[in-house]
T-cell receptor, first 113, second 119 residues
Framework: AQSVTQLGSHVSVSEGALVLLRCNYSSSVPPYLFWYVQYPNQGLQLLLKYTTGATLVKGINGFEAEFKKSETSFHLTKPSAHMSDAAEYFCAVGGTGFQKLVFGTGTRLLVSP | GAGVSQSPRYKVAKRGQDVALRCDPISGHVSLFWYQQALGQGPEFLTYFQNEAQLDKSGLPSDRFFAERPEGSVSTLKIQRTQQEDSAVYLC?????????????????FGEGSWLTVV
């Protein structure tokens, strides 16, 4: 069985500040890990994914995440927040086979000027 | 089309009414998924197709939910005798290809969703 826990339903940062969104996973098989972003009234857009290989993954819009197996974590970071980053962020875990994804409950990122 | 297309975008149904939600995946995509996203929650898996074959329907919440993809492209999610708890966003997603038992890591592309409100 697989599960995802996102710590903090809301995260508030100032424009230009570091963004850190936390994700911990549980998986009985080597996990594939994903971060998706959802803007209001829109679908999910893939930010980045970890499958195998390098544990530091770079994504779109300046985001990156690091897979830490020992901590079962896949936290999302961005050095400097922009107003346009305000959205809902979802962490998801998948495994082998057809990639049924299990999502966390999401973290809403609020960016203030 | 360029992305996954879903229709209708918004649907208001009276309790007890049947609804049908349509998904046009990205052309050539073999895998198709349906997810349900309740307000304030993350998406939850409903069902998966590989071409026309429905390989997993373990997430369908009741026998009132039915999905099909008869020609391996367009898919329809049907909900019979809708209830208020069915109110949610229904997300369709597709990916290029995958093989059972292997780790493909293919990117899954989501549509904008069909927002269903049951009154």
């Amino acid at each position: 069985a697989q599960s995802v826990t996102q710590l903090g339903s809301h995260v508030s940062v100032s424009e230009g500040a570091l963004v850190l969104l936390r994700c911990n996973y549980s998986s009985s098989v080597p996990p594939y890990l994903f971060w998706y972003v959802q803007y209001p009234n829109q679908g999910l857009q893939l930010l980045l994914k970890y499958t195998t290989g390098a544990t530091l993954v770079k994504g779109i819009n300046g985001f990156e995440a690091e897979f830490k197996k020992s901590e079962t974590s896949f936290h999302l970071t961005k050095p400097s927040a922009h107003m346009s980053d305000a959205a809902e962020y979802f962490c998801a875990v998948g495994g082998t086979g057809f990639q049924k994804l299990v999502f966390g409950t999401g973290t809403r990122l609020l960016v203030s000027p | 089309g360029a992305g996954v297309s879903q229709s209708p975008r918004y649907k208001v149904a009276k309790r007890g009414q049947d609804v049908a939600l349509r998904c046009d995946p990205i052309s050539g995509h073999v895998s198709l998924f349906w997810y349900q996203q309740a307000l304030g929650q993350g998406p939850e898996f409903l069902t998966y197709f590989q071409n026309e074959a429905q390989l997993d329907k373990s997430g369908l919440p009741s026998d009132r939910f039915f999905a099909e993809r008869p020609e391996g492209s367009v898919s329809t999610l049907k909900i019979q005798r809708t209830q208020q708890e069915d109110s949610a966003v229904y997300l369709c997603a597709s990916s290029l290809r995958t093989r059972q038992g292997t780790s493909s890591g293919n990117t899954i592309y989501f549509g904008e969703g069909s927002w269903l409100t049951v009154v």
